[in-house]
C-alpha cells in the first residue's frame, strides 16, 4: 500500500503521567503497555501498511526517536525535527509538505505515539476502510466507540453516511470534554464517539483545508520547511521561523471548521494513556482490581495501581491508589485525582526542580549517566557508553573529574595524551583541561565518575568536536 504514509506525532511532553514520565523521557518512549515502548509499538502496529513512517518529534528527542525506531527494526522516511512546540495543526501541515515535496500527493494516515490500540488487527483492518473516503477528498478521523460515560474525552457526533468508505459518517459537529450527566447521554444517543486524535486523509487535501481556514499558518510552516536543514538522519526546522508559526490543534485549526471532516466509528481498544488511571484500565489486573509493575508486595488491596522499578514496594489496605515510585520521586494519589498531577509538575518547574524535567537516569545518544550521589562541590555518576561510541571532546570550567572503569574498555584522551583504561583502571581530569572518553571495544563501558568543583551543571560544557552535532 505504497500510497499510504504513516505520519506519527512524537512532540509530547508526557507530565501526566509525572514522575514516570517527564519531559526529558516522555511516555511515548516508556514501556507502559507491554515490553516494547508506546512509540515502537505505534510504528509495529501499522508496519504491515506501509513500507515506513514519516515522524514529527521533539528536537530535544532526536536521538531516543532514532534509536529506538532502529530498535524495531524501522527506517523512518524523515525525522522532522521541531524545536518548539505549535500543536498538532502545524506539525502534521510539515508532515504533509515535507510527504509531497517530491511531487507525490500520498494519504498521510496521522498517528499519536503515546496511545495503546489493544486490537492492532482491527485498527488495520479500519484503516482499509477508510481509504475510499480520503481517496474521495473527506478528512477522516478515527471515533472510538465509548466503553462508559469518560469525561476526559472530547467526543464527535456522527452524521449521515459518507459517500464512500464503509461505515464512514460525515461529522455532524465535535464537541468538548462533557460533564457526567451529558457523557452518559452521549452514550445512550449511540450518535458520539470519542476523539481519537487519529485520522487519514490526502496530503494535498490537508493542505488545501490549512490554506482556506489558516493561511498564516501554512505559509509559516511552507518557510520554516524551506529554511530546514538536512542531514543524513534528520530534518532540522529553523526555531526563529517556526517559532513565528500560530500554535492550534488539527481539531480546531481545521477538522472543525471544514466540511469534508468524516468519522469512521472503530473498536480497538484504544485508550490514550493520559492519566495514571487510564494506564490502570488497560493494565493486567488480578481478582481485585490490582495492577501492579515491578517488586510490588499488597495484602488487602483493590483497584490500586503500583509501579516500581527501583525497589520493593509494599501496600496495605488500600483501595483506589495510585503509588508510583522512581529513583527519586514517589508519587502518592488517589485514582480519581490523578488529573492533578500536572499541578505538581508546575509546582516543581516553579521552583525549578530538577524532577519536573529530568529523570534521575539521563540518555544520551552515546549512552546514558546515572546521578548517584550529590553534595557541597562533589557529584557521583554512573556512565554506561555504547560499543563504538564517543563523548564530545570538552572542557570544563568549574569542575575536575575522576573516572574510574568498572567494566569494558575506556579510550580516554586528556589534552595532548591518548590513553586505554580497563578494569579496575582510573584517571584525572583537571578542570579546564579538553577530554574526550570514547568506547572501542565490543560491549558497554561503565565507569564511575566522581566530579569536584564550585560549579557541577551540565551546562559547564564547553564542547569543541562533537560527532552528534551538539553546540
Known amino acids: 500500500m505504497s500510497e499510504l504514509l504513516p505520519v506519527i506525532l512524537s512532540g509530547g511532553s508526557g507530565t501526566r503521567l509525572w514522575p514516570l514520565s517527564r519531559e526529558a523521557y516522555p511516555k511515548q518512549f516508556l514501556p507502559l503497555a507491554g515490553e516494547r515502548s508506546m512509540l515502537q509499538d505505534t510504528w509495529l502496529r501499522v508496519a504491515a501498511l506501509a513500507p515506513a513512517p514519516l515522524v514529527i518529534a521533539n528536537e530535544e528527542h532526536r536521538f531516543m526517536v532514532a534509536e529506538q525506531l532502529r530498535q524495531a527494526g524501522c527506517t523512518p522516511r524523515a525525522i522532522v525535527l ?52 480520503a481517496r474521495v477528498g ?13 469525561t476526559g474525552y472530547g467526543y464527535i457526533r456522527a452524521g449521515e453516511a459518507a459517500e464512500a468508505g464503509e461505515g464512514v459518517r460525515a461529522v455532524a459537529r465535535f464537541v468538548e470534554k462533557p460533564d457526567l450527566a451529558t457523557a452518559s447521554q452521549y452514550l445512550a444517543s449511540g450518535e458520539y464517539f470519542w476523539n481519537s486524535g487519529m485520522f487519514l486523509f490526502r496530503a494535498s487535501r490537508y493542505l488545501e483545508e490549512l490554506g482556506r481556514h489558516q493561511p498564516a499558518m501554512l505559509d509559516a510552516c511552507r518557510a520554516a520547511l524551506a529554511a530546514a536543514r538536512r542531514d543524513s538522519e534528520f530534518v532540522r526546522l529553523p526555531k526563529e521561523r517556526f517559532a513565528a508559526c500560530p500554535a492550534d490543534s488539527i481539531d480546531y485549526a481545521v477538522m472543525e471548521k471544514t466540511d469534508a471532516a468524516a468519522v469512521l466509528p ?206
Open 266 to 471: 472503530v473498536d480497538v481498544g484504544w485508550n490514550d494513556v493520559g492519566s495514571w488511571s487510564a494506564l490502570w484500565e488497560v493494565a493486567e489486573q488480578d481478582g481485585d482490581g490490582n495492577a501492579h509493575h515491578g517488586d510490588v508486595l499488597a495484602r488487602g488491596c483493590r483497584n490500586t495501581l503500583a509501579w516500581g522499578d527501583h525497589r520493593l514496594v509494599a501496600l496495605l489496605g488500600l483501595e483506589d491508589v495510585v503509588v508510583v515510585d522512581t529513583a527519586d520521586a514517589v508519587l502518592v494519589a488517589h485514582r480519581e485525582r490523578v488529573q492533578e498531577v500536572k499541578e505538581i509538575v508546575a509546582a516543581l518547574k516553579a521552583g525549578n526542580r530538577p524532577q519536573a524535567t529530568w529523570h534521575r537516569k539521563v540518555y544520551r545518544p552515546w549512552g546514558s549517566y546515572d546521578g548517584i550521589d550529590v553534595g557541597p562541590r562533589f557529584q557521583v555518576k554512573r556512565i554506561t557508553v555504547k560499543p563504538g561510541a564517543a563523548l564530545s571532546l570538552q572542557m570544563h570550567h568549574h569542575r575536575a573529574e575522576h573516572w574510574i572503569v568498572v567494566s569494558g574498555t575506556a579510550r580516554v584522551t586528556r589534552g595532548e595524551e591518548v590513553f586505554l583504561l580497563g578494569e579496575n583502571q582510573s584517571t584525572y581530569i583537571p578542570l579546564g583541561v579538553k577530554h574526550r572518553l570514547e568506547n572501542p571495544g565490543q560491549v558497554p563501558l561503565e565507569l564511575i565518575e566522581v566530579q569536584s568543583g564550585s560549579y557541577l551543571g551540565e551546562d559547564d560544557i564547553v564542547r569543541f568536536e562533537d560527532v552528534y552535532g551538539r553546540g
Open 138 to 150: 473527506r478528512l477522516v478521523t478515527f471515533g472510538i466507540v465509548p466503553t462508559g460515560p469518560e
Open 82 to 133: 521541531e524545536p518548539v512546540g505549535r500543536n498538532t495543526a502545524p506539525a502534521i501541515a510539515i508532515a504533509a509538505l515535507e510527504a509531497s515535496a517530491d511531487g507525490a500527493d500520498p494519504l498521510l494516515l496521522v498517528l499519536p505515539s503515546d496511545h495503546v490500540v489493544r486490537d492492532p488487527a482491527a485498527f488495520r483492518a479500519a484503516v482499509q476502510k477508510a481509504l475510499p473516503a
